[in-house]
């Protein structure tokens, strides 16, 4: 049973530019939670989602910055126009339903963003 | 809004030594409680968990922690540690009452083995 996926592993992208980063659940997890590492800091939550529907983004700026979950495929979170102090590591966790008590988040490795 | 307080940053301890790692948390609800290791340049992993029940939970690899209401703690233990237990660890709650499992995690503490 193959882990959380994201991808790409590393972005480089310039000012401006738009990031698209992708997370692939675990299989059988309907739940998608993405966050933020900036550097030297804890991770801090940002976006809720399960499969169509965004549950809680309360941890979302609230400009550039978007998340989907469609149907088929994977998870999106995406950047627009970025700035230099998007740069962190944004990783993305999944959770299998909720009726199966397990209360666990499983991490993906993450992906890098570097904006120069 | 919960909280969580990793007070130390860093902690340095001699291999086969033993070794704690402190957290405290802030809820007005009840709460799981969690600590995930993150090696260098990894994601997170689960060690072990709080949900309910006994409130001493242990991991795989040697690893302990406490819950403890009173002091609103969750302390992670070690009796011996080894070399590859170099790592940072982040300790982290949810709400135990919503269905919505966002995870607030403390700041991070870095262990380093000294052989």
């Known amino acids: 049973n193959a882990g959380v996926m994201q991808n790409p592993r590393h972005l480089v992208r310039r000012r401006g530019q738009e990031a698209r980063l992708r997370c692939s659940p675990m299989?059988?997890?309907?739940?998608v939670y993405w966050y933020r590492q900036l550097p030297e800091e804890g991770l801090k939550f940002m976006v809720y989602?399960?499969?169509?529907?965004?549950?809680?983004e309360s941890g979302m700026p609230k400009e550039r910055f978007s998340a989907e979950f469609p149907k088929e495929g994977p998870s999106i979170l995406r950047i627009q126009q970025v700035v230099r102090g998007d740069s962190a590591a944004y990783f993305c966790?999944?959770?299998?339903?909720?009726?199966?008590?397990?209360?666990?988040?499983?991490f993906g490795p993450g992906t890098r963003l570097l904006v120069l | 809004a919960q909280s969580v307080t990793q007070l130390d940053s860093q902690v340095p301890v001699f291999e086969e030594a033993p070794v704690e790692l402190r957290c405290n948390y802030s809820?007005?609800?009840?709460?799981?409680l969690f600590w995930y290791v993150q090696y260098p340049n990894q994601g997170l992993q689960l060690l072990l968990k709080?949900?309910?029940?006994?409130?001493l939970v242990e991991s795989i690899n040697g690893f302990e922690a406490e819950f403890n209401k009173s002091q609103t703690s969750f302390h992670l233990r070690k009796p011996s540690v080894h070399i590859s237990d170099t790592a940072e660890y982040f300790c982290?709650?949810?709400?135990?009452?919503?269905?919505?499992?966002?995870?607030?995690f403390g700041t991070g503490t870095r262990l380093t083995i000294i052989p």
């Open positions: 966790a999944s959770s299998p339903p909720i009726r199966e008590g397990k209360k666990t988040q499983y």
């Open positions: 299989k059988g997890h309907s739940h």
């Open positions: 989602l399960q499969k169509e529907n965004i549950i809680d």
């Open positions: 809820s007005s609800v009840s709460v799981y």
């Open positions: 709080y949900l309910s029940g006994s409130t």
């Open positions: 982290a709650v949810s709400d135990g009452n919503s269905g919505n499992e966002k995870l607030t």
